[in-house]
């Protein structure tokens, strides 16, 4: 919950809060009236207990005021996050209490070995940072910069004041990086963030930050500059620090890869409090050497607003994707099917794929496979199984990424920890709410920056399989939501009843009305050769005839649609039991995914492979 959201809950409690806070008080008319925030008895400090200005205070004597949460943080003397949860806590209210809990493998990060010297004045960073980059003394003591003899040292902490990152940067030239590896990526400036700040600025570098402190603005900054992606891996550890605040202004560079990173932090940080300062020039100390006012940046926050509509867009922003339309080949956005024969069907951001197929024709297998192969290329995936629960779906996953039927159990842990980094499930493993879905999709792509969502399957929804409104109506809002946040979603779905173990079926048997395909960029259709198995099963059989049952593919993914791409390809594939990977031709090696040691797995049947590892 944000500050705004536990202030308008007390503000409905006004004469109880204002009791509690101030119990020496006394009502008068519709205020409730003592001496100061100290409780005494009085008059100067007045709080609305009704109407519009329910819990606003007023202290007359001092100028203060604000609203109950600023009162119980000021009476307390807490900070504005300790305020938040005793606030809560006293409403009954659990602000964690919608919020999913994630269960995963967590990466252990390093903390910095070396603490930051202060910069003295009159030092090389000392110069640099006033005299070059204009930043005042009392700047360099709040934000604690250090120094080496030829770097400026920027210490970033938590707000609790643990040290938990530096970065360095070159006096001379613009190199700069972190002081060692494997810290946990942070934000810079905690440390000189207010207690009762109700909003800050986020800047693309760590002098930005503290050049919009010289301007009274609350400011931090994101440890790997502009740009998409991986450098926005800080968001998931800063994700509840951020919090507290109700408004968030974006200050980022004003070139692309600013413009980049401040589309992808609103998205993650949320549309709703976050706003866009449009500077003068391109990053904040630029503005402070170029002599902006305290007066001329303070109408600048007073003007920032939310990030355009993502409908509206110029033409100019669309260059990359049309150069890429032209050249499919070279620059296809998303990633590939796991079988490096199909080179003409992606799965790509903003779109919704639909995979079909008949019960137990391994359409759920075909899809950890895809997963798989995601993961390994960098996607980060959110997987819900409602037909399985976590650790059998999981199960599955490991005996594909270790190409082993039983793997060692130290392999195991191994592959887990691997997955860990790039895989969250939605647990639940029975009929699951739409609407409770997509809110747990939203917090895992703004917390962990998702960009890869399965649901399997439709079937397991809170959804009538006759209510064919309210199926058109999910899937709608699937599209919405792979389209506004950019992320790519596969949703399993079952084909109707009929012959399908003979014949691949086609997108117009896909179970449910036909607006679930019509709304769907891609159709794909999973098909099980059970011909094949039966003519194997057949005794008597002569190795020659073997052979050439084997020819014949075990499955078939038929892509059915593909409203983005130039084809619509029909990919053969080959089950190899062991891995329960789908192969692209027969006898190929399945591709191990996660290295292994002999100890790891001592008795590993596939020991003698070559397979690509990523």
Same mark, same amino acid.
């Given at each position: 919950?944000?500050?705004?959201?536990?202030?308008?809950?007390?503000?409905?409690?006004?004469?109880?809060?204002?009791?509690?806070?101030?119990?020496?008080?006394?009502? %008068?008319?519709?205020?409730?009236?003592?001496?100061?925030?100290?409780?005494?008895?009085?008059?100067?400090?007045?709080?609305?207990?009704? +109407?519009?200005?329910?819990?606003?205070?007023?202290?007359?004597?001092? +100028?203060?005021?604000?609203?109950?949460?600023?009162?119980?943080?000021?009476?307390?003397?807490?900070?504005?996050?300790?305020?938040?949860?005793?606030?809560?806590?006293?409403?009954?209210?659990?602000? %964690?209490?919608?919020?999913?809990?994630?269960?995963?493998?967590?990466?252990?990060?390093?903390?910095?070995?070396?603490?930051?010297?202060?910069?003295?004045?009159?030092?090389?960073?000392?110069?640099?940072?006033?005299?070059?980059?204009?930043?005042?003394?009392?700047?360099?003591?709040?934000?604690?910069?250090?120094?080496?003899?030829?770097?400026?040292?920027?210490?970033?902490?938590?707000?609790?004041?643990?040290?938990?990152?530096?970065?360095?940067?070159?006096?001379?030239?613009?190199?700069?990086?972190?002081?060692?590896?494997?810290?946990?990526?942070?934000? $810079?400036?905690?440390?000189?963030?207010?207690?009762?700040?109700? $909003?800050?600025?986020?800047?693309? +570098?760590?002098?930005?930050?503290?050049?919009?402190?010289?301007?009274?603005?609350?400011?931090?900054?994101?440890?790997?500059?502009?740009?998409?992606?991986?450098?926005?891996?800080?968001?998931?550890?800063?994700?509840?620090?951020?919090?507290?605040?109700?408004?968030?202004?974006?200050?980022?560079?004003?070139?692309?890869?600013?413009?980049?990173?401040?589309?992808?932090?609103?998205?993650?940080?949320?549309?709703?409090?976050?706003?866009?300062?449009?500077?003068?020039?391109?990053?904040?100390?630029?503005?402070?050497?170029?002599?902006?006012?305290?007066?001329?940046?303070?109408?600048?926050?007073?003007?920032?607003?939310?990030?355009?509509?993502?409908?509206?867009?110029?033409?100019?922003?669309?260059?990359?994707?049309?150069?890429?339309?032209?050249?499919?080949?070279?620059?296809?956005?998303?990633?590939?099917?796991?079988?490096?024969?199909?080179?003409?069907?992606?799965?790509?951001?903003?779109?919704?794929?639909?995979?079909?197929?008949?019960?137990?024709?391994?359409?759920?297998?075909?899809?950890?496979?895809?997963?798989?192969?995601?993961?390994?290329?960098?996607?980060?995936?959110?997987?819900?199984?409602?037909?399985?629960?976590?650790?059998?779906?999981?199960?599955?996953?490991?005996?594909?990424?270790?190409?082993?039927?039983?793997?060692?159990?130290?392999?195991?842990?191994?592959?887990?920890?691997?997955?860990?980094?790039?895989?969250?499930?939605?647990?639940?493993?029975?009929?699951?709410?739409?609407?409770?879905?997509?809110?747990?999709?939203?917090?895992?792509?703004?917390?962990?920056?998702?960009?890869?969502?399965?649901?399997?399957?439709?079937?397991?929804?809170?959804?009538?399989?006759?209510?064919?409104?309210?199926?058109?109506? $999910?899937?709608?809002?699937?599209?919405?939501?792979?389209?506004?946040?950019?992320?790519?979603?596969?949703?399993?779905?079952?084909?109707?009843?009929?012959?399908?173990?003979?014949?691949?079926?086609?997108?117009?048997?896909?179970?449910?009305?036909?607006?679930?395909?019509?709304?769907?960029?891609?159709?794909?259709?999973?098909?099980?050769?059970?011909?094949?198995?039966?003519?194997?099963?057949?005794?008597?059989?002569?190795?020659?005839?073997?052979?050439?049952?084997?020819?014949?593919?075990?499955?078939?993914?038929?892509?059915?649609?593909?409203?983005?791409?130039?084809?619509?390809?029909?990919?053969?594939?080959?089950?190899?039991?062991?891995?329960?990977?789908?192969?692209?031709?027969?006898?190929?090696?399945?591709?191990?995914?996660?290295?292994?040691?002999?100890?790891?797995?001592?008795?590993?049947?596939?020991?003698?492979?070559?397979?690509?590892?990523?």
């Amino acid at each position: 919950m944000r500050p705004a959201e536990i202030a308008q809950l007390l503000a409905r409690n006004a004469d109880a809060v204002a009791k509690h806070l101030l119990p020496n008080g006394k009502r %008068e008319g519709h205020e409730w009236r003592c001496g100061s925030v100290s409780g005494e008895a009085g008059k100067s400090l007045g709080v609305r207990l009704h +109407g519009d200005k329910a819990g606003i205070w007023s202290d007359f004597s001092t +100028g203060e005021s604000g609203d109950l949460l600023d009162l119980w943080r000021e009476v307390k003397f807490l900070s504005m996050p300790e305020a938040m949860a005793e606030a809560a806590s006293w409403l009954g209210v659990n602000p %964690e209490g919608k919020k999913p809990q994630f269960a995963r493998q967590q990466k252990v990060y390093k903390k910095p070995t070396t603490k930051p010297v202060d910069a003295l004045p009159g030092s090389q960073a000392w110069k640099y940072l006033t005299q070059e980059r204009k930043l005042s003394e009392a700047t360099l003591k709040a934000f604690r910069v250090g120094q080496t003899p030829k770097s400026v040292l920027f210490p970033c902490y938590n707000p609790t004041g643990e040290l938990v990152m530096t970065k360095w940067r070159h006096i001379a030239g613009k190199k700069f990086g972190v002081t060692e590896a494997d810290m946990r990526p942070a934000l $810079f400036g905690w440390q000189a963030i207010p207690p009762d700040a109700r $909003f800050v600025a986020i800047t693309e +570098g760590e002098i930005d930050a503290m050049s919009l402190f010289e301007y009274q603005i609350p400011a931090l900054s994101v440890p790997f500059g502009g740009g998409s992606g991986a450098k926005h891996d800080w968001i998931e550890h800063e994700f509840d620090n951020l919090e507290r605040f109700d408004v968030i202004y974006i200050a980022m560079d004003t070139d692309d890869v600013g413009r980049q990173a401040a589309a992808e932090i609103i998205d993650r940080l949320g549309r709703h409090r976050c706003r866009v300062i449009e500077l003068p020039h391109k990053d904040g100390n630029d503005c402070l050497q170029a002599g902006l006012s305290l007066a001329q940046m303070q109408e600048l926050l007073s003007k920032a607003k939310t990030l355009d509509p993502s409908e509206l867009r110029n033409a100019a922003e669309y260059v990359d994707g049309v150069i890429a339309a032209f050249n499919p080949n070279q620059a296809e956005i998303g990633f590939a099917t796991p079988w490096s024969k199909c080179t003409t069907l992606y799965f790509r951001p903003g779109e919704l794929t639909i995979l079909a197929g008949v019960n137990g024709h391994g359409k759920s297998e075909g899809v950890g496979h895809i997963t798989l192969h995601a993961i390994a290329h960098g996607i980060r995936a959110c997987v819900a199984s409602m037909e399985f629960k976590p650790q059998r779906w999981l199960q599955r996953l490991v005996r594909q990424a270790s190409c082993v039927d039983k793997p060692a159990d130290a392999y195991v842990a191994k592959i887990m920890q691997w997955l860990g980094y790039g895989l969250w499930v939605f647990d639940v493993s029975t009929t699951a709410k739409c609407q409770r879905m997509l809110e747990v999709f939203a917090y895992a792509r703004q917390r962990y920056g998702i960009n890869l969502f399965i649901i399997d399957n439709l079937s397991k929804l809170d959804i009538d399989p006759d209510d064919y409104n309210k199926q058109r109506d $999910f899937v709608d809002k699937l599209t919405d939501f792979a389209k506004d946040h950019d992320v790519h979603i596969i949703l399993v779905a079952h084909l109707r009843k009929g012959n399908n173990d003979e014949q691949p079926g086609g997108k117009f048997d896909v179970l449910g009305g036909g607006a679930i395909t019509n709304l769907a960029d891609t159709v794909l259709i999973w098909w099980r050769n059970r011909k094949k198995e039966e003519k194997l099963k057949q005794p008597n059989l002569d190795d020659i005839e073997v052979a050439q049952i084997q020819k014949e593919p075990d499955a078939l993914c038929l892509c059915e649609k593909q409203r983005n791409g130039e084809d619509e390809p029909r990919i053969a594939l080959w089950f190899h039991k062991a891995s329960h990977q789908f192969l692209s031709a027969p006898g190929v090696a399945p591709r191990k995914y996660v290295h292994y040691s002999t100890a790891e797995q001592p008795n590993n049947d596939l020991a003698g492979i070559d397979a690509e590892v990523f």
